[in-house]
């Protein structure tokens, strides 16, 4: 998989110090390629652009991802724990005897019966290991399930179908592990799924999927797609598909991507876009990795190959850039110091 990263983050502002995370997700380890991924949806009211995606779930590439859930604080003091846990070679079910005995979220008054988990990770060998709590406070319905490299946890569903069809979803979905993790997502893409939503006819009010090559650092990750918060009737993993879809045909323009350089790279003051005489550029966008636009610019001369961007106004640090082209678009990264 070429490395792409991509963000949507919509309205409001985070607010508040903890926050009933009742939530769908699934995490997710693909033995054949080293893959780590995580998936989610809630029906959430408060996490604005922020949405779940560095709530919930966290991924030590390479290693195991947790996602973690229901009455969580904000920061996830128990995700963090884990993750030492993970980092300093704990396996699955040793980090939830853990967190069992070592719940360090004052949300429900430091009791781990509040909470829900789903653990994955690779031992010594590569073969990939699974875990999953669900505590007995918890709201319902709720159940977490685990396959050979795989967990699924939700509360306050609707009911037991939002499991099944999330764990069907993945199992019948050949392809990459973004592919699964996002079916999975689909597989609960319907009114009330998130019993709250259902008045709004959707299933959440916010989604995000994200996906670790071993080689990744924790800090930037192949895909990571956040849909922040939606208003009433707003579908937020249909936006998500879209995101994805989008992605997609990046990545299959490797082709094209080939043929487009951007130099110097990093840059300081100014960044220049070159490409062969047979594409014509339509526009560009650039985006921080907080998903923000940061500039948009239409090509008055698209028949041009060479097209200078002034970046000496740009916070240090890497961006994204869409260019769209008459051949398709095709995301790129650079490097602003």
């Known amino acids: 998989m070429i490395k792409k990263l991509s963000i949507l983050l919509f309205t409001f502002a985070l607010g508040g110090l903890s926050l009933a995370q009742d939530t769908f997700s699934i995490i997710a380890a693909d033995p054949s390629t080293g893959e780590i991924g995580s998936a989610g949806a809630s029906c959430v009211v408060g996490v604005g652009n922020q949405g779940l995606i560095d709530i919930i779930a966290k991924i030590i590439p390479g290693r195991g991802g947790i996602n973690s859930q229901a009455y969580v604080c904000i920061p996830n003091v128990n995700l963090n724990n884990a993750s030492i846990q993970m980092a300093n070679g704990a396996s699955p079910s040793e980090i939830i005897d853990y967190l069992m005995d070592n719940d360090a979220c004052g949300s429900r008054n430091f009791d781990p019966r509040y909470r829900q988990y789903g653990i994955v990770d690779f031992d010594g060998a590569g073969n990939v290991r699974t875990a999953g709590f669900t505590g007995s406070l918890a709201d319902g319905y709720k159940e977490d399930r685990q396959g050979i490299n795989y967990s699924i946890q939700g509360n306050i569903l609707i009911n037991k179908s939002v499991i099944d069809s999330m764990e069907a979803k993945f199992l019948r979905t050949n392809g990459t592990l973004a592919d699964k993790l996002m079916a999975a997502l689909q597989g609960a893409n319907f009114a009330g799924a998130d019993v709250r939503c259902l008045g709004n006819g959707?299933?959440?009010?916010?989604?995000?999927?994200?996906?670790?090559?071993?080689?990744?650092?924790?800090?930037?990750?192949?895909?990571?797609?956040?849909?922040?918060?939606?208003?009433?009737?707003?579908?937020?993993?249909?936006?998500?598909?879209?995101?994805?879809?989008?992605?997609?045909?990046?990545?299959?323009?490797?082709?094209?991507?080939?043929?487009?350089?951007?130099?110097?790279?990093?840059?300081?003051?100014?960044?220049?876009?070159?490409?062969?005489?047979?594409?014509?550029?339509?526009?560009?966008?650039?985006?921080?990795?907080?998903?923000?636009?940061?500039?948009?610019?239409?090509?008055?001369?698209?028949?041009?190959?060479?097209?200078?961007?002034?970046?000496?106004?740009?916070?240090?640090?890497?961006?994204?850039?869409?260019?769209?082209?008459?051949?398709?678009?095709v995301r790129m990264k650079f490097v602003k110091e």
């Not at 930037?220 to 707003?234: A, F, K, T």
């Not at 840059?267 to 921080?288: E, G, M, N």
């Open 202 to 329: 959707t299933s959440s009010t916010t989604a995000y999927l994200v996906v670790y090559q071993p080689d990744d650092p924790e800090d930037n990750p192949s895909i990571r797609l956040n849909v922040g918060e939606q208003p009433s009737r707003v579908e937020p993993i249909d936006l998500l598909q879209d995101l994805y879809n989008d992605l997609t045909v990046s990545v299959n323009n490797s082709e094209l991507q080939e043929q487009i350089k951007l130099f110097p790279n990093p840059a300081h003051s100014f960044l220049t876009l070159t490409h062969s005489d047979a594409i014509r550029v339509a526009s560009i966008k650039v985006f921080d990795l907080k998903g923000a636009l940061v500039h948009s610019q239409d090509i008055a001369q698209p028949e041009a190959t060479h097209h200078k961007l002034e970046v000496s106004t740009f916070v240090d640090g890497l961006y994204l850039m869409d260019i769209l082209t008459d051949r398709g678009a």
